[in-house]
Structures are given as C-alpha cells and as structure tokens.
C-alpha cells in the first residue's frame, strides 16, 4: 500500500509527535506559499503592495530597484515577479530582460504595474517577455489578487 508507518488505537500523543517530525511536506503547485518579489523603487507602492499580497496568501519579497531585484531572483528564484517599469539606474525593461537571459528566471512569470503610457516600441519590449502589463489603478486589490493567482496557477499547470 505504500505506507511509510502505522499506529495501533488508542495513539500515544507524543508517539504520534515524534513520528510526524521525520516526515517534512513539500507543499505541491496550488498548495503551498507563494513567493512574489514586489519590484519598485517608491517604498509607500511597496507598502501597499505587501498590504494586499500577505493576506492573501503570498510571501511578499521587497526590492526597492532593479538591481536588487535581479541579485534576489537569482539568488532564489520566485514563483513571481511584479515590477515597475520606471525606475532609476536599472528599469523594468532591464529588469525583464536580465530575468530572460537567466536559465533560472527565464520562465518566472513577470507582471507589470506600472504609471507609464508605454508607447508602440515599449510594446514591443515587453510582447512575449511578461504575462501581464497593468496600468497603476486600472483595477482593484480583489482583481490583481486574483489575476496573479492566475498566472501562478497557469504557470504550475493549475487551471
């Protein structure tokens, strides 16, 4: 059958304590603690980002630009990046771009929420690189929730 122990009734609490420890779960796609590294370089955009994302579920990862948000993927990949585009030094575009080139960020979903009015060649950056490109306050905390929720769901094959 597969079973790795039993237990005889009545089970001893502590015995049954013990046993569990030796066992770690190793949380399957749609059941475990989503990572979402929340890239921009305004801290009160950051705030409230965390504000929404930890209630609902996810593990909030803050950089506050593009350089740090590209030494924090590598280092440990997210299941999720949700960056803005306009930031000094590194940007959004650089961000997307780094993120591709690596083996192990290639396929990480990125989400834009960005101010920006992006124009035809800002278009044609971003088209195949990021899921989503969102403009700041085209929706409600509900709907981002549940859009990035989506895109991790595509991403591990649940629908």
Do not use: C
């Not at 399957?28 to 994302?53: M, Q, Y």
């Not at 209630?55 to 990046?81: C, H, M, Q, T, Y």
């Not at 834009?112 to 009015?117: D, E, G, K, Y």
């Amino acid at each position: 059958l597969g079973a790795l122990d039993y237990f005889v009734k009545p089970v001893d609490g502590k015995l049954l304590v013990e046993r569990l420890s030796r066992f770690k779960h190793k949380p399957g796609p749609g059941n475990g603690v989503t990572d979402v590294l929340v890239v921009d370089d305004e801290a009160a955009n950051r705030v409230w980002l965390s504000r929404i994302l930890e209630p609902a579920g996810f593990n909030v990862i803050l950089a506050a630009g593009g350089k740090e948000a590209i030494d924090l993927a590598r280092a440990s990949p997210p299941d999720i990046v949700l960056l803005d585009l306009m930031m000094p030094d590194v940007t959004g575009f650089d961000v997307v771009e780094a993120l591709r080139s690596d083996p192990q960020t290639r396929d990480t979903p990125i989400m834009i929420l960005t101010a920006r009015h992006l124009t035809e060649a800002d278009k044609r950056l971003l088209n195949g690189h990021v899921s989503t490109v969102l403009s700041r306050g085209s929706l409600g905390a509900s709907d981002l929730v549940s859009l990035m929720k989506d895109v991790v769901g595509k991403r591990n094959g649940v629908t």
